[in-house]
């Protein structure tokens, strides 16, 4: 970003206005957030731009929050989108136009065969970044409650939790809602994937049926479950293994996000 276009950044922070637009030729999915307006930054000082979002009330978010708290979406020199150092899709600057309000279009790489030429948002490959990594956040988040949470009935980060109440309660960090009970949770899930489609963060419930739900753990990678199990272990805890995601009988696998 040259120093004008700093300069414009920080009287738009100062004005608490969501002015910076994108050049969208494709609706923005599901888990992008239609109402936040997106910005290629360089906040780190690291000679590379990378992607944030402005929340309804004008604070800034990283769009994809990396472990130093920067946004982990990249625009590199080359053009290329990264997310966590994988391309994943190739970005085209329109240079009129972010003269007037720094929009940038995205086309997929050129790896990906669905691509067929099309133009997509930098939203769009934000999109493909969480097809390809999961949602490690909410992993690393509900990690930080193993072997501190207790178990029992509650569905809060500060007491006692049980399975589905953990699992609602670090989603609800995430601004994801879900029912209370792990029957509601799989009955409500908005998409449902194969266990040769598990990524990091999606929900596995457990039983005979979506019908008959009575256990519910996020998915860790690796063939791996973080969950909040029962009284004898009296806390949340980890499974790892190549057997650990076959706790009991799968029943779904629900993504929230």
Not at 161 to 183: K, N
């Amino acid at each position: 970003m040259d120093f004008r276009g700093n300069m414009r950044f920080k009287r738009k922070i100062m004005m608490g206005m969501m002015v910076a637009m994108l050049a969208v030729t494709a609706s923005f999915p599901a888990f992008a957030d239609e109402n936040k307006a997106w910005e290629w930054m360089d906040l780190n000082s690291d000679g590379v731009q990378e992607a944030y979002q402005y929340n309804e009330d004008g604070s800034m978010a990283p769009v994809k929050a990396g472990e130093d708290g920067y946004s982990a979406v990249t625009l590199q020199a080359d053009g290329s989108v990264q997310c966590e150092g994988e391309t994943i899709a190739v970005a085209s600057l329109d240079e009129s136009a972010a003269a007037s309000a720094a929009a940038t279009t995205v086309t997929l790489a050129e790896s990906d065969s669905t691509s067929g030429g099309n133009i997509y948002s930098a939203a769009d490959a934000y999109a493909y970044a969480m097809a390809a990594s999961g949602r490690p956040d909410i992993v690393n988040f509900a990690r930080q409650y193993i072997g501190v949470l207790p178990y029992g009935a509650g569905n809060t980060l500060n007491g006692r939790v049980d399975c589905s109440g953990f699992v609602q309660a670090v989603f609800r960090e995430f601004g994801i809602s879900l029912p209370r009970t792990s029957r509601q949770q799989a009955a409500s899930a908005p998409r449902y994937v194969s266990e040769a489609e598990l990524l990091p963060g999606d929900l596995i419930f457990y039983g005979g049926s979506i019908g008959s739900v009575s256990h519910v753990a996020i998915y860790t990678g690796d063939n791996s479950i973080v969950h909040a199990t029962n009284s004898r272990r009296n806390s949340v805890f980890e499974d790892r293994g190549s057997r650990a995601i076959h706790y009991e009988r799968i029943a779904a696998i629900g993504r929230f996000w």
